[in-house]
């Protein structure tokens, strides 16, 4: 009999839930994810599987002492003690990774602008260890920083203002913001951040990971669940899992699915008990960074308020970088930011900055102030930072008197609009959404990660390239991070380069 209830109002709320898409949505929202070919997926497959025979060849050469050992692995003494590394790991790493290693880690010495310097170096055992070589490249463009709207960046407004801020202040505070390391430049920049956002209160932490990562386990534990996005950052993910909340995953911007979790949260309850569960908190990002998608929050936020949960918005790559006035996916939508009841981003990418921060209704900032570990043990935050923090969103916001953030964030958005439309006239699978200024490329295969990645060098060009693990095995990639720093130039020297390799 209960279970015929339970269908029954399963049914009935379906039934009554149904989401009027197009009504929701205020402009166009396009969005293209290509399925792999099934050839591909093949010949990804059967790559792996090669370099992973070559592997275990490697290793046996490696054990009769043919080939010189470079592994972390266990002394002899402690060969009955359970294992500290974790086998797989390391033969993926020595053996798969180590091939392509070259490719990431590139330290740089300049401002991540449109261009940046790189320090060159080079590697005489197989991309174990590295060797500067003295020289420096100059003038890579750069399509990997996360300087979405150009203000990282040592002239201009914010760089002097920030240099001012050190004179006064210095570089460090020496305590937590609970003690005596709370300046009233931090007032000023939470203030701003609120007014900014459209909200009553804001708070601001020293690192974006631990803003995720320390305060989901304030806000959530035993007894809640926590509805998160497949596809969710690490910091959310660890942040979930540190709560002890009750763990569920929802396909990707998949509304049924997340729905249909939902109506079942609220029929049955908690495992075994069958008790309401204390808070259910829907967890999802404004822009996706491997994906270049956009969260659907007008569904979203109607599902929220139907299934009376709460909801926590990751806006770490869209605050500055979607909307009209640069505030986020919140005003991408032209949404209204109460309806998200936990704000979260970070400055570290549109604001050129470092940190993150948490805004929403003035009793959640003043309960996070006390209970959030992120604040209560944190050292706090640079002067500079702050002043950079402050300077950059004034401009965005216009309070600076110039219209600097305006044709930044027009800038930007034709940027985006005209590299996507670059890349897919030559033919290239590019995933996202249209406005969004993450642009991954599928590379799918394991080879082309490294290939790419050093051709591209060679032409002056510095990309970011992805691979499994960060992805699924067939769906490897480059991304491309757009800016407003880039000029059409610059853009038109990229997609030059990618059409005359289509040709060849």
């Known amino acids: 009999r209960l279970c015929l209830v339970s269908v029954y109002v399963m049914f009935f709320l379906s039934a009554q839930t149904i989401l009027q898409h197009d009504s929701l949505y205020s402009r166009p929202f396009t969005e293209s994810f290509e399925e792999t070919p099934m050839w591909v997926a093949v010949l990804t497959n059967v790559g792996y599987v090669i370099l992973i025979i070559f592997g275990y060849l490697r ?14 692995r266990e002394k002899e003494e402690q060969k009955d003690f359970v294992p500290l590394y974790r086998d797989f790991q390391n033969f993926y790493t020595r053996n798969l990774y180590m091939r392509i290693r070259d490719n990431w880690n590139r330290p740089i010495c300049s401002v991540p602008g449109a261009k940046m310097d790189l320090m060159d170096r080079t590697s005489h055992d197989y991309n174990w260890t590295f060797e500067y070589t003295g020289r420096t490249v100059k003038d890579v463009i750069n399509l990997g920083s996360y300087n979405y709207l150009g203000f990282a960046e040592n002239t201009g407004p914010c760089a002097d203002s920030a240099a001012q801020v050190v004179r006064t202040y210095g570089i460090g505070v020496a305590s937590t913001r609970q003690e005596i390391g709370n300046l009233d430049k931090h007032e000023e920049m939470e203030k701003q951040v609120a007014k900014f956002l459209g909200v009553e209160s804001a708070m601001a932490f020293g690192m974006g990971f631990a803003t995720n990562s320390m305060n989901i386990p304030a806000l959530v534990g035993k007894g809640c669940l926590i509805l998160s996005d497949e596809l969710n950052h690490t910091s959310l993910v660890l942040g979930a899992r540190l709560s002890g909340a009750t763990i569920r995953v929802f396909k990707h911007n998949n509304m049924q699915c997340l729905e249909k979790l939902l109506s079942e949260a609220i029929i049955y309850g908690q495992p075994r008990t069958h008790r309401p569960w204390k808070k259910i908190l829907i967890v999802v990002e404004g822009i996706y960074s491997m994906e270049g998608s956009i969260v659907r929050l007008p569904e979203v936020i109607a599902l929220k308020k139907r299934y009376k949960a709460y909801l926590y918005l990751d806006e770490a790559h869209s605050i500055g970088a979607l909307g009209h006035r640069g505030r986020g996916v919140v005003d991408y939508f032209d ?84 590299f996507r ?32 990645g050093r051709e591209m060098l060679k032409k002056n060009i510095g990309v970011v390239v992805v691979g499994f693990p960060a992805t699924s095995l067939v769906e490897s990639r480059a991304r491309f991070c757009i800016s407003a720093a880039h000029s059409k130039e610059i853009l038109d020297t990229v997609s030059g380069y990618f059409h005359r390799q289509a040709e060849s």
Not at 435 to 452: E, N, Q, R, T
Request: proline residues 5%.
């Open 59 to 72: 290793d046996l050469l490696r054990h009769w002492k043919i080939e010189q050992r470079h592994i972390a």
């Open 335 to 418: 949404l209204d930011p109460r309806d998200v009841d936990v704000l979260m981003g970070t400055f570290t990418k549109s604001f050129g900055a470092a940190g993150g921060y948490i805004a929403g209704k003035r009793e959640l900032i003043e309960y996070l102030r006390s209970h959030s570990h992120s604040a209560v043990y944190a050292a706090s935050m640079s002067p500079p930072v702050v002043e950079q923090i402050i300077t950059s969103m004034k401009c965005i916001m216009g309070d600076d008197g110039t219209s600097i953030g305006c044709k930044r964030l027009q800038q930007l958005a034709e940027n985006t609009t005209y």
């Open 421 to 452: 439309r670059r890349l897919r006239e030559m033919g290239f699978i590019i995933y996202g959404n249209d406005d969004s200024p993450v642009i991954p490329m599928m590379l799918y295969m394991p080879a082309k990660i490294g290939a790419f």
